[in-house]
């Protein structure tokens, strides 16, 4: 959902970032330097920043977490895009729709409702429906496709993180990787190669029509 739905590009990405780093520092007593720098290092380590800070610094107060990374503000930070609900509209008569965050569902359903296009889901699992161990962990992957009654060869996942297309990649699914600005080169990604990369959701007819 996050980076797919709307661009990367979006405050959001950076503004999240900031406020991570921020509860970081508070929560471990870091400096806001060293809190970036440690982050950096301990996350590919773990599938979220949260699942790190559970893990090697005893964080309990899930809630408090949520709160600071996604107050309800965070709104302000994406762009209504007023082509979406049409494009995703047309999508959904042709395919299900599953939204799979690792986010909790009052960010997944804030964000989904700016965006109008929270009633063409059909399903919305977040990281509590996860039991906190959401992507890259092949149940994340498994849950939402095994629930819905399909098959890992009938879904394509949709991601903009690496670390996310190698989970799915690891149970011979076919994902996408969305790449607003093009950062990443497809020769270095190694497991995270996808089935395609593209740059804007609006991009997706085209894969679709290689399947
Ligand atoms: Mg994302």
Known sequence: MDNTLYPSTD??????NHRMITFISQFTGLSYEEAKKERLD???????????????RNLTDVDSYFNFIHPESETKEISYDPKLRRFLLDLSKTYHMTVLTNAPMVHA????ELLDVYDLFDGIYDIT??????????????KPILEKNFTVDETLFIDDHPKYIRGYNHLGGKSVL??????????????????????????????????
């Open 129 to 142: 429906a996860n039991n906190f161990q959401g992507k890259p962990y092949s149940k994340a992957y498994l």
């Open 109 to 112: 359903k804030r964000t989904l």
């Open 11 to 16: 405050k959001i990405e950076t503004c999240m």
């Open 178 to 211: 969305i790449d607003a600005e093009n950062l990443l080169d497809i020769e270095e990604l190694g497991e995270a190669t996808p089935y395609a990369k593209i740059t804007s959701i609006y991009d997706l007819p085209t894969v679709l029509r290689t399947l």
């Open 42 to 56: 301990r996350l590919p380590h773990y599938g979220t920043t949260l699942e790190w800070l559970q893990k090697e």
